[in-house]
């Protein structure tokens, strides 16, 4: 367990069992007053805490880690005076950060997350608007699939990232369930399971697929889809901030970061102007390349079938309208000149797949756009995404029978 993750720097826990391992003694030789005493073992509970039980919370994982450790040392190796300096400092300290942070907001506004951000942005350009009371569940780890037949002859399993769980809708409205709904209409019954999680690529679904065993795992006749595209570009985006970079190096960074960017007005303004978020290219679509060989490789060694499906994005419309125009210069150049690059070689990689399925124009008849943001879609963009894997779906049905 490291302060930093994967760091060179040592374990906090043998940096404080060094410390510990002197007994209750202050360095004068003098054992500490039953106060002192009693606040060691505190942060002795803190350090095994740290151990055992930090690793389970991101955020909590790297200020655990700091708390234990100075609160370790300053408890038991530090003079009584030398501590008094130390807690009137960080007091001080957090006076002025504190005053400064109210200023700042009070100057500003209150500071809307990008998430409200965005929705303001929504209702006032005429895009789409997300139901407060939509369902989002899940049963047994997987976004729930409306409408799925008890018993049915195959299964459909697709994979994807966040656009494949589709938290912008309600359980019914997610792509998998406008499949469901669409193979129940047409009499084919079939059972579309949501292996959609937020971040995947087809190298993790890759990996998530080949771990499925027992009655989830593929059978013979099964179908394979991997619904891919923006995140396998998002992992050949190369951040120009170093703060990002940080980010990247040291996992446990990444979430207080973002938790100061959404809370914090001065931090905000702090990673504005040190350049946080912008990207450019490096390309490393081998990955997903040898990520797909190795998918279809598997599926059919299953007796399955593998489906490769090319996802449409905001910067892939050909003719996008005034909201989806205003949408896309909302994100910056950055965006738009890496995306521009890297995404042809996505295509190319995906598209190079016997039976892959190329859906980027699948939106071009749907007003108002369906665009939640860059890549996300509200109910009626995944109807009309579905349609074109119900059409794969059904080809490979019939080149069965």
């Known amino acids: 367990m490291w302060l930093f993750g994967a760091s060179s720097l040592p374990p906090i826990a043998t940096s404080l069992v ?12 003098r054992s500490l007053p039953r106060r002192e005493f009693v606040l060691s073992i505190v942060a002795t509970i803190a350090v095994i805490l740290d151990l055992f039980i930090a690793e389970s919370f991101t955020f909590g994982n790297l200020a655990v880690r700091w708390v234990t450790a100075t609160w370790a040392v300053a408890v ?10 130390l807690a009137a400092n960080l007091f001080a300290l957090l006076l002025v950060a504190s005053i400064a942070e109210v200023g700042t907001q009070v100057v500003l506004g209150r500071r809307l997350s990008s998430e409200e951000v965005l929705a303001q942005f929504r209702v006032e350009s005429g895009g789409p608007r997300l139901d407060p009371d939509r369902r989002v569940t899940e049963i047994d780890g997987l976004r729930t699939t409306i409408a799925q ?5 195959f299964r459909v399993f697709v994979f994807g990232g966040s656009t494949v769980y589709c938290s912008e809708v309600d359980d019914a409205e997610t792509l998998p369930s406008a499949l469901q709904a ?16 937020v971040i995947v690529d087809a190298v993790f679904s890759n990996a998530w697929l080949q ?9 013979p006749g099964d179908i394979v889809i991997f619904y891919i595209g923006v995140n396998d570009a998002g992992a050949s985006f190369s951040h120009t901030s170093r703060i990002d970079r940080w980010a990247a190096q040291y996992d446990n960074l990444a979430v207080p970061m973002g938790f100061l960017n959404r809370h914090s007005a001065i931090a905000s303004q702090v990673f504005a102007w040190l350049g946080r ?4 290219p490096n390309d490393q679509t081998s990955a997903l390349a040898a990520a797909l060989d190795d998918a279809r490789r598997y599926t059919e060694e299953l007796g399955a079938r593998f489906v490769p499906v090319l996802q449409p994005t905001l910067f ?10 205003r949408l896309a210069a909302r994100y910056g150049d950055d ?3 890496t995306l521009a690059e890297i995404y042809p070689r996505v295509s190319e990689r995906v598209l190079a797949v016997p039976g892959a399925v190329d859906a980027r124009g699948s939106l071009a008849s749907v007003s108002p756009s369906p665009f939640v943001d860059w890549m996300h879609l509200d109910a009626r963009g995944n109807a009309a995404i579905s349609e074109v894997l119900l059409e794969s779906v059904l080809s490979l049905v019939e080149r069965r029978s």
């Open 18 to 29: 060094a410390v510990a391992s002197e007994g209750a003694q202050r360095r004068d030789g």
């Open 76 to 85: 038991i190796a530090l003079p009584r005076e030398a501590r008094r300096v």
């Open 149 to 153: 037949p008890a018993d049915p002859d």
């Open 182 to 197: 669409l193979l129940n209409a047409s009499g084919v019954r079939a059972s579309v399971l949501n292996f959609g999680k």
């Open 211 to 219: 771990s499925l065993t027992g009655e989830v795992r593929p059978r």
């Open 277 to 280: 978020g912008r990207v450019t």
């Open 316 to 325: 892939t419309e050909a003719s996008p309208d005034r909201y989806e125009s």
């Open 335 to 337: 965006l738009a000149r």
